[in-house]
Antibody, heavy 120, light 107 residues
Framework: QVQLQESGPGLVKPSQTLSLTCTVS??????????WSWIRQAPGKGLEWIGN???????YYNPSLKSRVTISIDTSKNQFSLKLTSVTAADTALYYC????????????WGQGALVTVSS | AIQMTQSPSSLSASVGDRVTITCRAS??????LGWYQQKPGKAPQLLVY???SLQSGVPSRFSGSGSGTDFTLTISSLQPEDFATYYC?????????FGQGTKLEIK
């Protein structure tokens, strides 16, 4: 059973870089059947897709965040990561990492989420 | 970006009711659409993928239909544990986009 777990600082100062890591257990980030996504949810708001990465290292980002986002993958550690630069209070959110099927529109499973607060 | 419009944004219903939530895409997304359920304080969970395929372990009272621009999620007989917020998500092209959510509340 595949499980995903986000980790990283829960508090980031404005203008600094948010960094989160997703550790995958019970499956491999090298699998060609899946790609790996980040989604966030501001408090009391809906879901926003941030971007994803394939095992090849190819990435796709939401244009609304593209200039600030980097997603990377570390197959040796079975992890993928998110970096978001120049954060503001608007980036305060629950950040989820998820596995996405290559064959169908299916984001599953989800990590439990990591709350990141941007505040001085 | 493709806009996904969900309706209604909120809905009050009773246990045993049949409920339908719709999602309309601003352009065709084939069947590259999923439905997700989110309960308070929890991560969303996949209910339906590829528009009409029920995810393993999801009760059969949930069903999805549609293709192209118009999609529906139906709950045939509401159970107490179904009161939650539901989202659609298109994965036809980038950026992936969610509907704004439908909050299903107890009447």
């Amino acid at each position: 059973q595949v499980q995903l777990q986000e980790s990283g600082p829960g508090l980031v100062k404005p203008s600094q870089t948010l960094s989160l890591t997703c550790t995958v257990s019970g499956g491999s980030v090298s699998s060609g059947d899946y790609h790996w996504s980040w989604i966030r949810q501001a408090p009391g708001k809906g879901l926003e897709w941030i971007g994803n990465i394939f095992n090849s290292g190819s990435t796709y980002y939401n244009p609304s965040l593209k200039s600030r986002v980097t997603i990377s993958i570390d197959t040796s550690k079975n992890q993928f990561s998110l970096k978001l630069t120049s954060v503001t209070a608007a980036d305060t959110a629950l950040y989820y990492c998820i596995r996405d099927s290559q064959k169908a529109a299916a984001l599953d499973p989800w990590g439990q989420g990591a709350l990141v607060t941007v505040s001085s | 970006a493709i806009q996904m419009t969900q309706s209604p944004s909120s809905l009050s219903a009773s246990v045993g009711d049949r409920v339908t939530i719709t999602c309309r895409a601003s352009q065709g997304v084939r069947n590259d659409l999923g439905w997700y359920q989110q309960k308070p304080g929890k991560a969303p969970q996949l209910l339906v993928y590829a528009a009409s395929s029920l995810q393993s372990g999801v009760p059969s009272r949930f069903s999805g239909s549609g293709s192209g621009t118009d999609f529906t999620l139906t709950i045939s007989s509401l159970q107490p544990e179904d009161f939650a917020t539901y989202y659609c998500l298109q994965e036809y092209n980038y950026p992936y986009t969610f509907g704004q959510g439908t909050k299903l509340e107890i009447k």
